[in-house]
C-alpha cells in the first residue's frame, strides 16, 4: 500500500508527511513526498496538499509535466482514495477566484470566494481552532466527536469553497456564517483545515482516511 | 466558533531555550523540541519560537529546531527573530513552520511584507510590532529590543502592513515586557480595532486575569505568554479553565 503526498512546490510538506507517516506506520503503509506524476499515477491513496493563493497554486500544479493528467486518471477513472488539505481543497472547485480568477479541477462543482465577515469582530484570515458541524457523515470522521462540544480543527484561510451542490458539503464550520469546512465525492474529500496541525481530531481523520475504502 | 488562542513563546538561542523551561518532566529542559512537545501535550493552540541568536554563523541552528519540532508536533509553529529576506522566510517555512514573523526588515522596508504575502501567501506572513507609549493615546514603534525609536505611529503602521498583506498582528507593549503587570489594554484594543486580520497580544503577563483582559478589554484573537507558563507557575490547562470561567471560548481538546 502507498500513499503519496503530491509536491508541486507549495510550500512546506514536511509536517503533512510526518503526520501521514505517523498514522501509516501503524496500519503497515509507505508515505512519500513525489513530485513525480508516475508515481502519482501508480499510488494507492492520494493527498493533494496546498498553501498560498489559488492561482498560484493551480500555477504550480500545471507546471509539473503530467501532474493533473496523472491525478484525473488514478483518481477520477481508477477512484483511488483522495484527501486535499486547505488550498488542495479548494482546487477541487470549479474556479478561484483569490488573485484573479483561475479555474480548478473541478471534481466538486462551486467557485472559491473570499470570506466576507458579517462584523467588524470578525477577523480575516479565518485563523486558530473552531469545530466542525456535520451535514452528513462520512468515514473520514468516523469515531471523531463533531459539534460545538466536539473536537477542534486548526483552519487558516482567508478564501472558502461554495459548492455549487450541498450534498457534496460533509462539514461546516461556523463563522459568522458558515464556511465550508470538509467536502466529499465518492472517493474524492477534501479539507479546508489542516489535519496534519489538528492534533487529536486530525490524527484520527489521517487514520481514517488510510483505512477508507470508498 | 472560532476560539480564542493562547500560545507560550520560547526565547531560543544558538538552538537552546534561554532560561529553561521549568515545568513537567523535561530530561533537558534547554531542549525547545522538548519543551515544544510538553506544550503540545498540554494542549496549547500554537507554539512560537522567538530565535536571539547573535552571531550570523549560528543563525542555522533554528531550522535544526524548527525541524525537529516539526517532525514531533502537530500544531501550528510560528518562529521570529533575525528575519530578513524571502530565503529566510522560505528556509523557516520548508523547516516546518506554519508562520513566520518579521519585525525590524518590515520596519525598514514596508514592500517586505507585500514581497513575503504575495510569495508565500499572507496566512504565513505575521508581522511583529514592538510598541512604546509615547503620549496619551499614542504608542511608537521600536526596534532592537525597545531602544530604538523610529517614530512611526504603531496603529498607523498595523495599518499598512495589513494592507500590504500581513495575515496576522503580533504586539507586544515594550513598556510592560518582563512586568507581570498586564496587558497595555489601550494599545491593544487601538491596534486590534484599527485592523482586519487576528491580533496577538504579548508583554506583561504576570496573572491569568490578565490573559482574559487581553481578549476581552483588548480584543486579541490570541494571548502570548512566556514566563508564567516556562516556570510551572500555571499550566496551560489551568490559564484554559481561567478564560472560560471569564466567559471566554477556548479549545479544550
Redesign the interface.
Known amino acids: 500500500m502507498s500513499v503519496v503526498i503530491v509536491d508541486y512546490g507549495s ?2 510538506l ?2 503533512a508527511y ?2 501521514f507517516e505517523k498514522a501509516a506506520a501503524d496500519a503497515g503503509m509507505r508515505v512519500e513526498v513525489s513530485s513525480d506524476a508516475e508515481v502519482v499515477r501508480r499510488a494507492d491513496r492520494v493527498v493533494l496538499p496546498g ?3 489559488f492561482a ?1 497554486c493551480r500555477h504550480g500544479l500545471d507546471s509539473v509535466p503530467g501532474m493533473v493528467e496523472a491525478l484525473e486518471e488514478n483518481v477520477v477513472r481508477r477512484g483511488r482514495p483522495f484527501l486535499g488539505i486547505c488550498v488542495g481543497m479548494q482546487l477541487l472547485a470549479s474556479r478561484g477566484l483569490e488573485h484573479g480568477v483561475a479555474s480548478g479541477l473541478g471534481w466538486i462543482p462551486g467557485e472559491v470566494v473570499a470570506i466576507e ?1 458579517q462584523s ?2 470578525l ?9 466542525l458541524a456535520p451535514h452528513q457523515e462520512h468515514a473520514l470522521l468516523r469515531g471523531i466527536p463533531t459539534g ?1 462540544t466536539g ?2 480543527a ?5 478564501y472558502h469553497l461554495k459548492a455549487a451542490d450541498q450534498s457534496l458539503v460533509v462539514a461546516t464550520t ?2 459568522g456564517a458558515e464556511l465550508t469546512a470538509m467536502v466529499a465525492r465518492d472517493n474524492i474529500a477534501g479539507t479546508q483545515f ?1 489535519p ?8 484520527a481523520l489521517i487514520a481514517n482516511f488510510l483505512r477508507w475504502t470508498p | 466558533m472560532l476560539k480564542c488562542r493562547v500560545i507560550p513563546c520560547l526565547d531560543v538561542k544558538d538552538g537552546r531555550v534561554v532560561k529553561g523551561v521549568n515545568f513537567v518532566d523535561l530530561k533537558d529542559a534547554g531542549d525547545p523540541v522538548e519543551s515544544a512537545i510538553a506544550y503540545d501535550a498540554a494542549g496549547a493552540d500554537e507554539l512560537c519560537f522567538l530565535d536571539i541568536t547573535a552571531s550570523h554563523e549560528n543563525r542555522g541552528t533554528i531550522l535544526d529546531v524548527v525541524r525537529r519540532t516539526a517532525e514531533a508536533c502537530f500544531m501550528p509553529l510560528t518562529v521570529g527573530g533575525g528575519v530578513r529576506s524571502t530565503d529566510d522566510i522560505r528556509n523557516l517555512l520548508l523547516a516546518g513552520a506554519d508562520k513566520v514573523s518579521i519585525m525590524t526588515a518590515a520596519v525598514h522596508n514596508r514592500d517586505f511584507v507585500r514581497e513575503a504575502a504575495e510569495k508565500f501567501g499572507s496566512q504565513c506572513v505575521v508581522v511583529a510590532i514592538d510598541a512604546k507609549n509615547v503620549a496619551p493615546g499614542r504608542w511608537e514603534i521600536f526596534t532592537h529590543g525597545g531602544r530604538k525609536p523610529t517614530g512611526i505611529d504603531a496603529v498607523e503602521y498595523a495599518k499598512e502592513v495589513t494592507a500590504l498583506g500581513a495575515g496576522e498582528i503580533l504586539l507586544t507593549s515594550m513598556d510592560r515586557d518582563g512586568t507581570r503587570v498586564g496587558f497595555d489594554i489601550d494599545l491593544t484594543r487601538s491596534i486590534a480595532d484599527a485592523v482586519s486580520v487576528p491580533l496577538i497580544a504579548s508583554g506583561g503577563v504576570g496573572s491569568l486575569d490578565h490573559l482574559v483582559e487581553g481578549v476581552r478589554d483588548g480584543h486579541a484573537t490570541a494571548v502570548l505568554a512566556a514566563s508564567i507558563f516556562h516556570f510551572g507557575e500555571f499550566t496551560i490547562r489551568a490559564a484554559k479553565e481561567h478564560m472560560q470561567r471569564a466567559g471566554l471560548h477556548v479549545r479544550m481538546d
Not at chain 1, 123 to 131: A, F, I, L, S
Not at chain 1, 154 to 158: A, C, L, R, T
Not at chain 1, 196 to 203: A, F, R
Request: net charge negative; charged share 20%; aromatic share 10%.
Open positions: 510550500g512546506n514536511h509536517s510526518k503526520a498553501v498560498g493563493a498560484d465577515p467588524p469582530e477577523k480575516v484570515p479565518h485563523m486558530g481552532w473552531n469545530t460545538d473536537l477542534h486548526y483552519f487558516v484561510h482567508s461556523d463563522y489542516h496534519e496541525k489538528s492534533q487529536k481530531l486530525g490524527l
